[in-house]
């Protein structure tokens, strides 16, 4: 649950002190990119600030000055913020079971994609290389899947003449539904989920499908989310592998949410959050567990 202080672009914290879960009014996180007015009038009511990279180029922006310590989602973090406290954590680290629906209805198609229309389609979520893929996925494979254009949903796709002649050879093995879709449902009747994006920093959507046990097919390249591909849990591929890992995916019997929860979920990724932020924020040194405005009915239940 974000402010209405600065139209979304930041959360409120929570956190369990032992005793009660308790709103955080001290520290504010930094979820997008904000400009110089949106600092001052967040800042003036806040003493401290976190940073959590939901946006590939928030540590550019006018906000960043005033975080103490950054949440990132980088291989290679000093590429991206050098010599900034920092831990690879992000907002997808924290689904859980307890939080999202699970179904178990049969299976409806191979895969699922979730993308947007416009430039942002390439750039984030690697539309390109999704039309790149469907020779071999569609065509050699004979998969069928299903394309959700859930974010501005009128705009065209912008693809270049050679891609438009292959998505318009290939969409009648794809499925497409525009607008609000209800994910449970999708990721349930999916064998698994197919993520070309590319400047995304840790889509939700990864975690919430090993959360359901729904394996990943992910992009090699892509910037966040990177962390959560393993044996158990999916694979990665590029445009010339595709057909062996499409196969394996397939083929291979997965253990994502067991995987997933060994390391990840609400109270391990809480704690953590909080024990970082104690390093460096004393007037959070008092919690064991730190999550966002919104989920303490998550907390609540995990505490008890």
């Given at each position: 649950?974000?402010?209405?202080?600065?139209?979304?672009?930041?959360?409120?914290l929570?956190?369990?002190?032992?005793?009660?879960?308790?709103?955080?009014?001290?520290?504010?996180?930094?979820?997008?990119?904000?400009?110089?007015?949106?600092?001052?009038?967040?800042?003036?009511?806040?003493?401290?600030?976190?940073?959590?990279?939901s946006?590939?180029?928030?540590?550019?922006?006018?906000?960043?000055?005033?975080?103490?310590?950054?949440?990132?989602?980088?291989?290679?973090?000093?590429?991206?913020?050098?010599?900034?406290?920092?831990?690879?954590?992000?907002?997808?680290?924290?689904?859980?079971?307890?939080?999202?629906?699970?179904?178990?209805?049969?299976?409806?198609?191979?895969?699922?994609?979730?993308?947007?229309?416009?430039?942002?389609?390439?750039?984030?979520?690697?539309?390109?290389?999704?039309?790149?893929?469907?020779?071999?996925?569609?065509?050699?494979?004979?998969?069928?899947?299903v394309?959700?254009?859930?974010?501005?949903?009128?705009?065209?796709?912008?693809?270049?003449?050679?891609?438009?002649?292959?998505?318009?050879?290939?969409?009648?093995?794809?499925?497409?539904?525009?607008?609000?879709?209800?994910?449970?449902?999708?990721?349930?009747?999916?064998?698994?989920?197919?993520?070309p994006?590319?400047?995304?920093?840790?889509?939700?959507?990864?975690?919430?499908?090993?959360?359901?046990?729904?394996?990943?097919?992910?992009?090699?390249?892509?910037?966040?989310?990177?962390?959560?591909?393993?044996?158990?849990?999916?694979?990665?591929?590029?445009?010339?592998?595709?057909?062996?890992?499409?196969?394996?995916?397939?083929?291979?019997?997965?253990?994502?949410?067991?995987?997933?929860?060994?390391?990840?979920?609400?109270?391990?990724?809480?704690?953590?959050?909080?024990?970082?932020?104690?390093?460096?924020?004393?007037?959070?040194?008092?919690?064991?567990m730190?999550?966002?405005?919104?989920?303490?009915t998550?907390?609540?239940?995990?505490?008890?």
């Open positions: 649950m974000s402010t209405k202080l600065t139209k979304g672009l930041t959360l409120g929570i956190g369990f002190d032992g005793k009660k879960i308790r709103s955080i009014n001290s520290t504010i996180c930094w979820r997008k990119p904000a400009g110089v007015q949106d600092t001052k009038r967040t800042m003036a009511r806040y003493k401290y600030a976190i940073g959590m990279v946006a590939h180029n928030i540590y550019r922006k006018a906000n960043t000055s005033s975080c103490k310590i950054w949440c990132h989602c980088f291989r290679d973090v000093d590429l991206y913020l050098p010599n900034r406290p920092t831990i690879l954590m992000s907002e997808s680290d924290f689904v859980d079971p307890v939080g999202i629906k699970t179904l178990k209805p049969a299976k409806k198609w191979d895969f699922y994609y979730f993308t947007m229309g416009g430039l942002q389609g390439n750039t984030y979520k690697g539309m390109e290389l999704f039309v790149d893929c469907l020779p071999v996925l569609c065509g050699k494979l004979g998969l069928r899947g394309l959700i254009k859930y974010a501005k949903p009128k705009r065209q796709f912008k693809l270049n003449r050679r891609r438009h002649r292959l998505w318009g050879k290939y969409k009648k093995y794809i499925t497409v539904l525009k607008g609000k879709q209800n994910v449970a449902q999708i990721t349930s009747k999916s064998k698994f989920g197919f993520f994006n590319i400047q995304d920093c840790s889509p939700l959507l990864l975690t919430e499908s090993l959360v359901r046990g729904c394996p990943i097919l992910v992009n090699e390249d892509i910037l966040g989310g990177w962390k959560y591909v393993n044996d158990e849990t999916g694979a990665f591929f590029t445009k010339i592998n595709i057909e062996e890992k499409a196969r394996f995916i397939l083929d291979a019997k997965f253990k994502t949410r067991k995987n997933y929860m060994k390391e990840y979920g609400y109270k391990n990724s809480a704690i953590r959050l909080a024990d970082f932020c104690k390093e460096h924020i004393p007037i959070l040194k008092r919690y064991s730190i999550g966002f405005a919104g989920t303490n998550i907390m609540e239940k995990l505490c008890s």
